[in-house]
């Protein structure tokens, strides 16, 4: 509870920050981001203590306690505050809206007084005792850096049309680096969802998964980067889509249709305007995301167009991760109810072997699942050991429903009761990351070798398998 | 089987009403909030007393051996998914309400195997109450699971061959796979109605299958057996999911009962499992019949679950919601998705070569990256994004050019201007688009027309930039006042021309003497007969800069027919053509040169150009020319006064050689 006070504290933060670098302070849009950041200080203060919100290594801290999802979402907000030199904010009591103002103030470097003896203060208590220096801290903060980047590159687009490819690739590149050595745990992060800003941080989770599927493959850094380019900006040609339509909960009219399906084009546009190495596959990635392996979907690419393969590969990817997040007008489902999505698409709306490539990958129960089990304790799947058959991640609640610290385990597969959605049990499975352990552990297992052997014939009715595909998928993953 | 009869409601109606109902579904997660679901279950009311049957069949539905036209995508779907759930017969026996519906959806929506592994849709329904919809589904499994649970538990590993307390053998009903309705009647049954006694069965039945639900409770001897094949049976599902389903068969007092007995041991051993998969709907119903301490526990166990240190009970219960969402997770993930990832080993090839493939397609950019123009040409219709689109295409022409990849640049350029596909606005703004690129990167064509190596590509490109940028060269020149710029987009006008002539030829009736001038420099330049007619008449132009243009460039595009107009302009009235006709009749080597000149030296028209003639003609020094200039030389008596004027210059001539 605590911790959504924090980052609606820090996001209104952001936007009064942000407002009052494009407004004058009493111009009616600050005015009201003041209002509205002074009521989330005013909620988060109404402790019996102070309330410190320290900075340090790239990290929030609440009081002492690492933030592990607040880090990795305002992780841009971080690198305004730093370079403000602040490294604690401490919320003394009732808030006054003066000293907020102050200190929104101070944040957006319209003033270099520091703030102190109000009700808000800098810099006067610490209670952080030391960085976050988890193994971990690295990917996370690539991966801040990347929404971040995304985020720039949406308001630039939307308001000067165009953006330059440099940033973004140099974004990439960190990131893809990053991940390299870290598969497991990049596997396992791409589970981090947000609901405010779906579009940046699906396409930095689909950016996630495709290049693991490619590291998978066998593919080298260099050729990752463009297909982590083209996965990141896949969905960039939503800055022409209105929210409204974007968010619309029910059925969209021909309008509204019409509207989302000009994305890709739009996204390929922006690309190649914006030109430079690699942007050919981006571009073409951006273009083809919707467009189906059989020829159908969204744009259609002639009579005889297929979407080129890198193209197929984000595309699984993408719809993994649109599946298993919850939308306004569609329900989250789990990761296996994804897989199996894609595998009735195999061969009609998927690539089979990118398909078939992707769930060895991510095993039966990838990354992020939760799985209950049949004793009843809830285990969060955080990686895979391809020297083990057994499921490998940490128990995070007893069977008796308690919350505990995570424990490693090894699970047989037949020990598995059900799959639950990781949201329905108020589990984030990537702040496990976060805990001591979790991360060295998972950062240590890589993924899993191509096996050729190990998916065989089985006989299951391939026809039927497209054929449902072709019928169900439309309505699942159309629209993201 | 036979087709039970069909009567009064129009097949077709009420199909397309089944089907709009199953698109609402599969876009909604609250279908029932919906107008359109709504409407169409109330457009079933025509079954209010009649029944309906539908024949489902691989790609169709019929009813009464009339196969339905399907005519929307909800239908389409719906039939498909009835299809794949191997229902045969689907019939309405009276109009449904709208939970009957969403039921029926929700049952439609859950994995087909999933559903016959829990006995069958039709199972399912009867289980669930409703009593309006009827299926048969075909298929092993659910003919199978259509037998009494006791022959299917004769046939189980998991028999234990006694009959057990009544607990047990409710437990092991369960471990052989039985449903729902099964167990709620035996359990019914054996208690003779005693609520009590049911709310018991129920209680230690579940805490048998689930002997950590109570440490240290004792076994009845056959439950560990039972569990243990219950645990390698991969097609029988959870029983938790038996003993929820369940639950809801139960007379309302018991269930109260079994509530209260679950809450109050929520936090031993798995109590909860049972517990979480009620949603907190499902509890909110049954709190009227709750006493006041087993209410408290509702309320402390809703508040465990939102993780909310306050709140009532109307606040927290719709916060809980564990079972209904994962609803479709339930049943054994990891048998299903195996049997689908052996399944797709036959879909496709080996995955090792895709490394090499991808490897190889993304370092072709430049195929790649005529193939994304070619598709977004095609694609693109919004006119302003189409412009756009076209000044991205001009932008890699002109970086290609500068790069000095001509060929690309061609091979970009035909993508364009090649293409069948494009509208007229679509190639209007194509033609707009490559008049700007001349515009704005002439220079940068001037650089590669003075490579000689590639003067020939930039010819085959700039002729594709096609009319409307030679225009535009044109008009560009013709207020160019920098020279060195004139002679670049000369040069420029000189490649393009030779494909399209017209601009160039538009520019001859222009009103500036300079304009018509430098046009006719750049006809010349390009040469070819097809220029000689509409050259010819500017040999009258007024100007005499635009005539002895006119007869440089006539002369070596048709040296023939230009001898003419030279010949008759060594008699024009500006000195500077005269000058230029002679320099130009010099270098010539037109055998009709001799011709030409010697009929003009005996030519009235002639007069002021006699002596050039002459002179010509003896330079020429032919025999023909020599004899003509000495036989009028020659000649003692003359009556006209033109070939007396030319013996007087051919003596001049021949004199002065002498």
Redesign the interface.
């Known amino acids: 509870?605590m911790e959504a006070k924090v980052q609606e504290f820090l996001k209104t933060l952001q936007a009064a920050v942000s407002q009052l670098n494009l407004y004058p302070a009493h111009h009616p849009n600050s005015e009201t981001a003041l209002r509205r950041g002074w009521k989330a200080t005013t909620e988060l203060a109404a402790q019996d203590d102070d309330v410190v919100i320290g900075l340090k290594g790239y990290a929030f801290f609440l009081n002492g306690e690492l933030l592990a999802y607040t880090s990795l979402t305002y992780a841009n907000l971080y690198q305004d505050l730093s370079d403000r030199e602040i490294e604690a904010i401490t919320l003394a009591g009732e808030t006054d809206r003066t000293d907020y103002a102050n200190l929104v103030e101070f944040a957006a470097g319209h003033t270099d007084d520091l703030p102190g003896g109000g009700s808000i203060r800098l810099n006067e208590s610490r209670l952080v005792d030391g960085d976050d220096d988890s193994a971990f801290a690295d990917l996370r903060f690539s991966y801040s850096g990347v929404v971040g980047t995304l985020r720039t590159l949406d308001h630039r687009i939307a308001r000067e049309g165009s953006f330059e490819m440099a940033p973004v690739m140099q974004a990439v590149e960190e990131l893809i680096d990053q991940s390299l050595d870290a598969s497991g745990a990049a596997l396992l992060l791409s589970t981090v969802k947000s609901h405010d800003e779906y579009t940046f941080y699906h396409s930095v989770n689909t950016c996630l998964m495709a290049v693991a599927t490619?590291q998978y493959?066998?593919?080298t850094q260099k050729?990752l980067i463009?297909?982590g380019a083209g996965a990141m900006l896949h969905d960039i040609g939503k800055v022409a889509v209105s929210p409204k339509t974007l968010n619309h909960p029910?059925?969209l009219d021909r309008e509204q249709w019409k509207e989302i399906t000009?994305h890709p084009?739009?996204g390929?546009?922006a690309i190649?305007?914006a030109?430079g190495p690699?942007h050919?596959?981006a571009?073409?990635i951006a273009?083809e995301h919707h467009a189906r392996f059989d020829g159908l979907g969204y744009?259609?690419?002639?009579p005889d167009?297929h979407p080129?393969?890198?193209s197929r590969?984000v595309a699984v990817s993408d719809v993994y991760d649109a599946v298993t997040t919850r939308r306004s007008?569609?329900?989250a489902?789990?990761p296996?109810?994804a897989?199996?999505i894609l595998?009735?698409g195999?061969?009609g709306a998927f690539?089979?072997?990118?398909?078939?490539?992707f769930?060895?990958m991510m095993g039966?129960?990838p990354p992020g699942s939760v799985l209950?089990l049949?004793?009843?304790e809830l285990v969060v799947i955080s990686h895979h050991q391809s020297d083990s058959p057994d499921l490998h991640g940490f128990l995070v609640r007893t069977?008796?429903?308690?919350d505990v610290e995570p424990e490693p385990v090894a699970v047989p597969?037949?020990q598995?009761?059900?799959?639950?959605?990781a949201e329905?049990?108020?589990i984030e499975p990537a702040a496990l990351l976060e805990r001591a352990g979790v991360a060295e552990q998972v950062l240590a297992s890589s993924l899993p070798k191509?096996d050729?052997g190990a998916?065989?014939?089985?006989?299951?009715?391939?026809e039927?398998?497209k054929?449902?595909a072709a019928?169900?998928l439309s309505?699942i993953v159309d629209r993201d | 089987m036979t087709v039970p009869p069909t009567r009064a409601a129009d097949p077709v109606d009420v199909f397309d009403a089944i089907g709009i109902g199953w698109g609402?579904y599969?876009?909604?997660?609250n279908p029932i909030n919906?107008q359109a679901f709504l409407s169409a279950v109330e457009r079933l009311s025509v079954l209010h007393d009649s029944s309906i049957t539908f024949e489902v069949g691989a790609a169709s539905i019929s009813c009464g051996g009339e196969e339905l036209p399907i005519v929307r995508g909800g239908t389409?779907?719906l039939s498909?998914?009835l299809f794949?759930h191997e229902i045969e017969w689907l019939e309405i026996i009276t109009a449904p309400t709208v939970q009957e519906m969403k039921d029926f959806y929700d049952l439609l929506a859950v994995?087909e195997t999933e559903a016959r592994q829990g006995g069958g849709i039709g199972a399912a329904l009867e289980a669930g109450g409703v009593g309006s919809i009827l299926v048969t589904q075909r298929g092993l499994l659910s003919e199978v699971l259509e037998k009494p649970w006791e022959e299917r538990e004769g046939e189980s590993e998991a028999d234990a061959g006694d009959g057990g307390t009544r607990a047990s053998r409710v437990a092991r009903m369960i471990a052989g796979g039985a449903s729902a309705t099964e167990v709620a009647e035996s359990i019914v049954g054996e208690a003779g109605g005693d609520t009590s006694e049911i709310a018991e069965s129920f209680c230690d039945a579940f805490r048998m299958i689930?002997p950590?639900a109570e440490p240290g409770a004792a076994l009845d001897d056959s439950v560990p057996e039972l569990l243990n094949a219950y645990?390698?049976a991969p097609r029988t599902r959870?029983p938790?999911d038996t003993f929820a389903e369940t639950f809801f068969l139960l007379p309302v007092e018991s269930q109260s009962r079994v509530l209260s007995n679950f809450l109050s041991h929520?936090?031993?051993?798995?109590h909860?499992?049972l517990l979480?998969q009620f949603g907190g709907a499902e509890l909110a119903e049954l709190t009227p019949h709750l006493d006041a301490e087993t209410f408290e526990e509702l309320v402390a166990y809703a508040r465990?679950?939102v993780?909310s240190a306050t709140g009532t009970a109307d606040e927290l219960l719709p916060m809980v919601?564990?079972a209904r969402?994962?609803k479709?997770?339930?049943?054994?993930?990891?048998d299903?998705?195996?049997?689908?990832?052996?399944?797709?080993?036959?879909?496709?090839?080996?995955?090792?070569g895709?490394?090499g493939?991808?490897?190889t397609?993304?370092a072709a950019?430049d195929e790649?990256?005529r193939?994304?123009?070619r598709?977004?040409f095609?694609?693109?219709d919004?006119p302003d994004?189409f412009t756009?689109?076209v000044?991205?295409w001009c932008?890699r022409i002109s970086g290609e050019v500068r790069a000095g990849n001509l060929d690309e640049a061609i091979v970009l350029l035909r993508i364009a201007t090649e293409s069948a596909e494009l509208s007229p606005t679509k190639r209007r703004a194509v033609d707009q688009g490559l008049v700007e690129l001349v515009r704005n990167d002439y220079a940068v064509f001037n650089d590669a027309a003075h490579d000689p190596e590639h003067r020939e590509a930039l010819g085959v490109l700039l002729g594709g930039f096609g009319e409307p940028a030679a225009d535009h060269l044109m008009q560009r020149l013709s207020v160019e006042e920098d020279l060195a710029t004139r002679r670049v987009l000369i040069d420029l006008l000189v490649i393009v021309g030779s494909s399209h002539p017209d601009p160039i030829v538009r520019f001859f009736t222009a009103d500036e003497w300079y304009v018509v001038r430098n046009a006719v420099a750049i006809a010349g330049r390009i040469g070819g007969e097809h220029w000689v007619p509409r050259l010819r008449p500017l040999v009258d132009h007024s100007d005499h800069r635009v005539v002895i243009e006119t007869l440089r460039a006539l002369t070596p595009i048709a040296p023939d027919e230009a001898i003419r107009d030279l010949v008759a302009s060594l008699a024009h009235e500006n000195p500077r053509v005269r000058e230029s006709a002679v320099l130009l009749l010099r270098a010539s080597d037109s055998p009709a040169r001799e011709a030409a000149l010697i009929a003009a030296l005996t030519d009235r028209s002639m007069d002021p150009a006699r002596q050039e003639i002459a002179e010509l003609l003896h330079e020429l020094g032919t025999p023909t020319a020599v004899s003509t200039l000495a036989d009028i030389a020659k000649k003692p008596f003359l009556v006209s006064a033109t070939r007396r004027d030319a013996r007087r210059v051919a003596r001049v001539v021949l004199g002065r050689a002498a």
């Open positions: 509870m490619g493959l066998g593919l050729d463009p297909i029910g059925r000009i084009q739009e390929a546009q190649m305007a030109g690699g050919e596959v571009a073409t273009l744009p259609r690419l002639g167009g080129h393969l890198a590969l007008y569609r329900r489902e789990t296996h109810r897989l199996q595998l009735q195999a061969g690539d089979p072997d990118i398909v078939r490539a769930i060895s039966i129960f209950r049949l004793s009843g069977a008796a429903g308690e597969e037949h598995v009761g059900q799959q639950v959605l329905s049990v108020g191509v050729e998916i065989e014939r089985s006989g299951v009715d391939e039927a398998l054929d449902q019928r169900s309505s | 609402v599969e876009l909604y997660p919906q389409e779907r498909l998914r794949v994995d689930y950590d645990r390698h959870p938790v929520r936090e031993e051993g798995l909860s499992l979480d465990h679950v993780d919601s564990a969402d994962v479709l997770a339930r049943q054994s993930a990891a299903r998705i195996r049997e689908m990832i052996e399944g797709i080993g036959g879909l496709g090839g080996a995955t090792g895709l490394a493939q991808l490897r397609e993304i950019t790649l990256g193939r994304l123009v598709l977004l095609n694609i693109e919004r994004r756009r689109l000044d991205s932008s």
